[in-house]
Structure formats: C-alpha cells, structure tokens
C-alpha cells in the first residue's frame, strides 16, 4: 500500500525535474550584448519574445499537469509512457525558441515551433484523458469541459501553423492565444468538485 501511494509522487516528481532543468537549458541560450547601452537590448526583442512565451508555457504545462497529478491514482504503465513521451516533446522547446529566435521570427521556424505545441498538446491531451478516464467521483460535465477546452487550444495551434507558412508573426500571435485558455487549470476546480462530493458522499454514509 506505501509503494502505491508514492509511486504518483515519484512519477511527479521525474516530471518537475525535467521541466527544471528545460527552463534552465532556455536560460543559457540568453546571451547578453557586447556593447554597454540600452539601445544594444534592442535587436534582441526575438530573443526576450520567444523566450517568455516558451516560459509561460512551460509554466502552464507544469500548473496543468500538478493539477492533473493530484487526481491520477497509481500510475499504469501506460500512463508512465504517455507522460515520457510529453516529457521528450517538451523538452524540444529550448531548440525551438533559439531557432525562432536567431531567425527573428522567419516562417519555418515558427511553422516548427507551431507544430511542436500541436505534438506537446497532443501528448498532453492524451496523458490528461488517461488520467480523468481513472478519476473517481469525477462529474460528467467536468470531463466534457476538460476535454473541450483541450480539443480547442489544439485547433488554435494548428490554426497557427497553416498561418504561419504565409504570415508567421500572426502565428506566433495565435500561439499565444492558445496559451491564455489553459492559465487557469480545470483540473484545481475539478479536484475541488471531486473532494466536495466525496465530503458530501461521507457526510451521508452513517
């Protein structure tokens, strides 16, 4: 019974390093100019865009997925895959933002960039389903809500990168979009729902 009850932990806690030592690879990729005025800060505008819209992401990922961790039972095999293989298309970010970046926002890269957040949405959406498919006392409308909001910041992505081809900084603008649907969890007010019927359910077995 002990091992079950860690074994979320340590599936969480493999996650939060790999998102740490991501956001620290982004970090290292920021190189300060040679020259000491503030008008050298300007050309690097890619570099300071790119690099917090990949934050902010990573700090969305991260929130969503802490959420989603707190109502997983013991982790399936399955379960552990589909989180590695989330893990692996984030952790291509840091060479994406540098790419997007170098390029000042040129087509291709953003057209990749673009179609990196569909495959990390993607593993994303299937790790979240696995887990709300194995969540107790969780409510129909709630699992309805989840996955609507998930199906629609992956239209948004990949809205974005059809766009991308012919106008990439209007991609990019759709990304960040995407980004503002998923900055408040579902899975903190389904967690709360979850613990109020499970109140409402002891209250009521004498």
Known sequence: MREEQTTPDRLAAYSDAVFAVIVTVM???????????????????????????SYLFIAIIWINHHHLMRLAGPPTLGLMWINFVHLFMVSLLPFATAWIARTRLASSPVVFYAGLFVCIDIAYNVFEREILRRAAYLPGHARRIARRRSLAVLGIFLTAMLVALVAPRIGFVLICSALILHLRPEARHRLGKVDEDGDRARAKDP
Not at 32 to 47: G, H, I, R, V, Y
């Open 27 to 53: 970090v290292l990729e920021l190189k300060a100019p040679d020259q000491a005025e503030f008008s050298a800060l300007w050309p690097l505008w890619p570099t300071a865009i790119s690099y917090a819209v």
